[in-house]
């Protein structure tokens, strides 16, 4: 069977149809587990032991999964076998003891159901499709059951998400407030729903300000933020968020790599939008990790406000300010915050 859409399987869920095998992965490990849960519920009740085997960890053995595969179920219908976290290139299974476990997946007994499912283990090794050897597994359970990938939401998808949490803890965020979460936890859903709870704890209506005094502040998130400051134009709000990173001590040559690396983004992004691509094109063209693509998302909305000329000219000071402190000449410091001064000063 082909792979089949996140909807599909929800649908497949409430219908209450769900039998064969498996296999949930992707960069989103909420949506991973979360989704998983909801099947496994429609399928066995936790206080059902009898017909719910569970394997986790780096020491899962095959021969053990296989055997409880082959078990019937216990006054029901089906049971039901879960695999979490089956990392193939972190738990070296050799091929001749894989094999039994892909004979498995394709001669399932009906009454069972085989769940494999990555909540904290990322079987693509930052790519858009799993490594070679978690290939064999997923490609199997592909071509005799499903295949579900959960790509990290970004956008409205992603406040969408996050509104739908605070609002069952009673709570109600702004959507703007929704996108700075989200780019202050760098699309990690996980994280970006622990935060969600812990804001609506302390306000029934969650504004930025919030999120910005009870949410922690990382170097890549006011890395964009002073990128999208000096595409905008924004020079006061650009210096101030520069002088926040020096005073924090951020390691100059770090500053730098990160800075550089947001403005490319946006160059970048300006370029897809003067050639009419999109997020999808630039993620796939310059091979940004599938978890990275929020970057990008946030590069468009940068971009829509300034130049490609503009981003040009502000990699070009800032390669000369790169080789200037490898060179040796002058203060690192000094030669950033120059750099900064510049770029910042006005579009070019």
């Known amino acids: 069977m082909p792979a089949v859409t996140v909807n599909d399987l929800q649908r497949e869920i409430n219908a209450g149809c769900a039998g064969g095998a498996y296999y949930l992965y992707g960069a989103d490990n909420f949506s991973v587990t979360r989704t998983f849960k909801e099947l496994r519920r429609s399928l066995v009740e936790d206080e059902e032991p ?17 055997e409880a595969c082959e078990s019937l179920p216990v006054f029901a219908e089906k049971l039901v076998v879960t695999v ?21 997946i394709a001669a399932l007994p009906d009454t069972t159901v085989l769940i494999f499912y990555s909540a904290t283990t990322d079987i693509c090794g930052g790519k858009l499709k799993p490594t070679a050897a978690n290939a064999k597994l997923v490609n199997a359970v592909e071509k005799h059951g499903k295949t579900v990938r959960f790509d990290v939401p970004t956008g409205a998808k992603a406040a969408k998400m996050i509104e739908e949490r605070c609002s069952r803890n009673g709570s109600a965020i702004r959507r703007d407030a929704a996108d700075l979460l989200m780019r202050r936890v760098k699309g990690d859903m996980v994280l970006a729903m622990n935060e969600a709870d812990k804001l609506s704890a302390y306000s029934k209506n969650i504004t930025a300000g919030d999120v910005e005094l009870l949410t922690p502040e990382n170097d890549d998130t006011k890395a964009y933020e002073l990128s999208d400051a000096i595409a905008s134009g924004n020079t006061d709000k650009a210096l101030s968020v520069y002088h926040k990173l020096a005073e924090a001590r951020t390691e100059t040559v770090y500053l730098l790599y990160i800075v550089t690396g947001s403005i490319l983004d946006i160059y970048r992004a300006r370029l897809a939008l003067d050639s009419r691509k999109s997020v999808d094109d630039v993620v796939a063209d310059f091979g940004y990790a599938k978890n990275l693509k929020f970057r990008v998302t946030n590069a468009f909305r940068s971009a829509s ?3 490609a000329s503009h981003m040009a000219y502000c990699l070009e000071v800032l390669m000369n300010a790169d080789l200037d402190i490898k060179s040796g000449r002058g203060d690192p410091s000094a030669v950033l915050e120059n750099a900064m001064i510049r770029i910042t000063a006005g579009r070019k």
């Open 305 to 307: 406000r300034t130049t």
């Open 50 to 66: 009898l017909n719910l085997h569970s394997f986790e960890g780096k020491n899962i053995s095959i021969d053990e999964v296989i």
């Open 84 to 104: 979490c976290d089956l990392d193939l290139d972190v738990n070296k299974v050799p091929a001749p003891k894989l094999k039994p476990l892909l004979d498995e």
